[in-house]
């Protein structure tokens, strides 16, 4: 598609609406302000994505090694129709093409960045005074693309800060890496579109290696500079799905069970769907007779129940009948059957032949619930892995941390102009920074400094990403990681503190 045409209509005339003789609008996206009530910080990831996908492959090859006179004529029969004949010049269009490069500036905040409410983790303005129009023209494109992966890293990141939370109350204060592991992403399917599919579980993997969205993998390798030859990027297991299981009968279940614990999978790991019929059969039944065969294996049988209100399918439900098995919980059924071993802080952990991963409807709370629930009972949060679905990385909105491109600084016939907006009928939400800006660390928290000096504006963390066409200071997926396992090592020590 031709690049110009990824706007908002009423973008293609606010080069004529500016003052006569602009010559530079410098613009920045921020997360103005969270809206979850857990959390105020953002982790900051998906620029990098954006410049190569969009500033750079498809300007070049959507409208720069297009001919002129076809994209020109394209961009005119748009607004010809949409806003009227003539309606729109398109010189400046022209002019952009003959240029053969889109000049501007773009810096960002290091992705992996966790940073809190209205601080800036793009700027963007214009190098050359005549396309002062464009820094604001990608606006609509920016915001589409940028929003959605820093939203999903977010919440990965919250996600594996309760993991690590519960791991260092009920495993060890130390060895608590198969937390990479408990989160696992099964979002695929119920996203909107693949990009939107391979941007947020791209997010998910800066937290997180399992994972069951493949092209999340390719993302990666394509615009993070990771190599899964040299690098864990992501990874799965084996696993089964209901047409699987039905179509090995209901009354030869068990059948299956051992068909894929002895034939198909002899050793690693195998995931097991249990509810396709009577879950807890499997589970009372099922285990026990298998049991022999599943210790003998050199690897982990996972259970995988996929239905009803997850914290009570896994730690029990106080409701049922006493004794029973659903009032037992799963965790506690398996420990019956295969016992274990018990943690450095005490806790039980299941046998290592066997496991269990609850992938349905499981958000934020239902996590927090879980690992409480299994804590409080005696055992450890790495007695079970719980998958993320599109439930969690779907409900959310732009306005989930409130991102918005706003203009706060321009050149007008050489005169500088500190520019903000500030509206009387809003809450201070909208209230945007004036000026050039700049972001510094103090202790430890990410500060704003506006109205800066262009000397001002220079220093900081904000670097420059591209410039006039070229992709600069690239970031790879291990230099991310290690940014967010830094933030989690601070957030454990202010939490033990």
Same mark, same amino acid.
């Given at each position: 598609?031709?690049?110009?045409?990824?706007?908002?209509?009423?973008?293609?005339?606010?080069?004529?609406?500016?003052?006569?003789?602009?010559?530079?609008?410098?613009?920045?996206?921020?997360?103005?302000?969270?809206?979850?009530?857990?959390?105020?910080?953002?982790?900051?990831?998906?620029?990098?994505?954006?410049?190569?996908?969009? /500033?750079?492959?498809?300007?070049?090859?959507?409208?720069?090694?297009?001919?002129?006179?076809?994209?020109?004529?394209?961009?005119?029969?748009?607004?010809?129709?949409?806003?009227?004949?003539?309606?729109?010049?398109?010189?400046?269009?022209?002019?952009?093409?003959?240029?053969?490069?889109?000049?501007? =500036?773009? @810096?960002?905040?290091?992705?992996?960045?966790?940073?809190?409410?209205?601080?800036?983790?793009?700027?963007?303005?214009?190098?050359?005074?005549?396309?002062?129009?464009?820094?604001?023209?990608?606006?609509?494109?920016?915001?589409?693309?940028?929003?959605?992966?820093?939203?999903?890293?977010?919440?990965?990141?919250?996600?594996?800060?309760?993991?690590?939370?519960?791991?260092?109350?009920?495993?060890?204060?130390?060895?608590?890496?198969?937390?990479?592991?408990?989160?696992?992403?099964?979002?695929?399917?119920?996203?909107?579109?693949?990009?939107?599919?391979?941007?947020?579980?791209?997010?998910?993997?800066?937290?997180?290696?399992?994972?069951?969205?493949?092209?999340?993998?390719?993302?990666?390798?394509?615009?993070?500079?990771?190599?899964?030859? @040299?690098?864990?990027?992501?990874?799965?297991?084996?696993?089964?799905?209901?047409?699987?299981?039905?179509?090995?009968?209901?009354?030869?279940?068990?059948?299956?069970?051992?068909?894929?614990?002895?034939? /198909?999978?002899?050793?690693?790991? =195998?995931?097991?769907?249990?509810?396709?019929?009577?879950?807890?059969? =499997?589970?009372?039944?099922? /285990?026990?007779?298998?049991?022999?065969?599943?210790?003998?294996?050199?690897?982990?049988?996972?259970?995988?129940?996929?239905?009803?209100?997850?914290?009570?399918?896994?730690?029990?439900? @106080?409701?049922?009948?006493?004794?029973?098995?659903?009032?037992?919980?799963?965790?506690?059924?398996?420990?019956?059957?295969f016992g274990g071993t018990t943690t450095d802080k005490g806790y039980k952990l299941l046998d290592s032949h066997i496991g269990l991963i609850y992938g349905d409807s499981i958000t934020l709370q239902r996590q927090k619930e879980i690992l409480e629930g299994l804590k409080e009972k005696g055992f450890a949060s790495f007695n079970v892995v719980l998958g993320i679905g599109s439930y969690t990385y779907e409900y959310v909105t732009r306005d989930t941390y409130g991102f918005a491109m706003k203009a706060t600084y321009g050149e007008v016939n050489g005169e500088?102009?500190?520019?903000?907006?500030?509206?009387?009928?809003?809450?201070?939400?909208?209230?945007?920074?004036?000026?050039?800006?700049?972001?510094?660390?103090?202790?430890?928290?990410?500060?704003?400094?506006?109205?800066?000096?262009?000397?001002?504006?220079?220093?900081?963390?904000?670097?420059? =990403?591209?410039?006039?066409?070229?992709?600069?200071?690239?970031?790879?997926?291990?230099?991310?990681?290690?940014?967010?396992?830094?933030?989690?090592?601070?957030?454990?020590?202010?939490?033990?503190?």
């Open positions: 598609m031709n690049p110009l045409m990824l706007i908002d209509f009423y973008k293609a005339d606010h080069r004529r609406q500016y003052p006569e003789g602009t010559e530079m609008v410098y613009s920045n996206f921020t997360p103005r302000k969270s809206r979850q009530s857990q959390n105020d910080k953002l982790v900051f990831f998906g620029l990098q994505y954006f410049i190569k996908e969009y /500033l750079i492959k498809q300007w070049n090859e959507g409208f720069f090694n297009m001919p002129k006179e076809k994209v020109v004529a394209e961009y005119k029969r748009r607004m010809d129709n949409a806003l009227g004949k003539e309606s729109i010049p398109i010189e400046h269009i022209a002019e952009l093409h003959d240029l053969g490069y889109l000049p501007l =500036v773009v @810096k960002g905040l290091p992705e992996g960045s966790v940073v809190s409410e209205k601080i800036p983790v793009v700027t963007v303005y214009n190098t050359l005074p005549k396309f002062f129009w464009l820094t604001n023209y990608l606006e609509s494109l920016m915001s589409a693309i940028l929003w959605k992966p820093a939203t999903s890293a977010t919440t990965a990141f919250q996600y594996r800060k309760v993991f690590n939370e519960y791991a260092r109350k009920t495993v060890s204060d130390t060895n608590i890496d198969f937390v990479y592991w408990q989160g696992h992403d099964f979002s695929f399917r119920g996203m909107s579109g693949i990009e939107d599919a391979c941007i947020s579980a791209a997010g998910h993997l800066l937290s997180f290696y399992g994972t069951d969205t493949v092209p999340a993998i390719d993302f990666h390798e394509m615009y993070y500079n990771a190599d899964s030859d @040299k690098e864990l990027i992501g990874g799965s297991v084996p696993a089964t799905e209901h047409s699987v299981m039905c179509m090995g009968t209901k009354d030869n279940e068990i059948a299956t069970f051992e068909r894929l614990v002895e034939e /198909l999978y002899p050793k690693g790991i =195998v995931s097991i769907v249990s509810d396709t019929w009577d879950f807890w059969k =499997v589970i009372t039944e099922f /285990l026990p007779e298998l049991k022999s065969k599943i210790l003998a294996r050199d690897g982990k049988v996972v259970i995988r129940p996929d239905s009803g209100d997850p914290v009570k399918i896994i730690i029990g439900d @106080k409701d049922a009948a006493p004794g029973s098995p659903e009032f037992k919980g799963a965790i506690e059924c398996m420990w019956e059957v500088p102009r500190n520019i903000f907006k500030d509206p009387k009928t809003d809450d201070g939400t909208k209230k945007s920074a004036k000026g050039l800006l700049a972001v510094h660390e103090i202790n430890g928290e990410l500060h704003l400094k506006d109205q800066c000096t262009w000397e001002e504006e220079k220093q900081g963390l904000l670097k420059t =990403v591209f410039e006039n066409g070229k992709m600069l200071n690239e970031q790879s997926l291990t230099q991310i990681r290690a940014r967010i396992n830094k933030q989690l090592e601070i957030d454990a020590a202010v939490l033990i503190g």
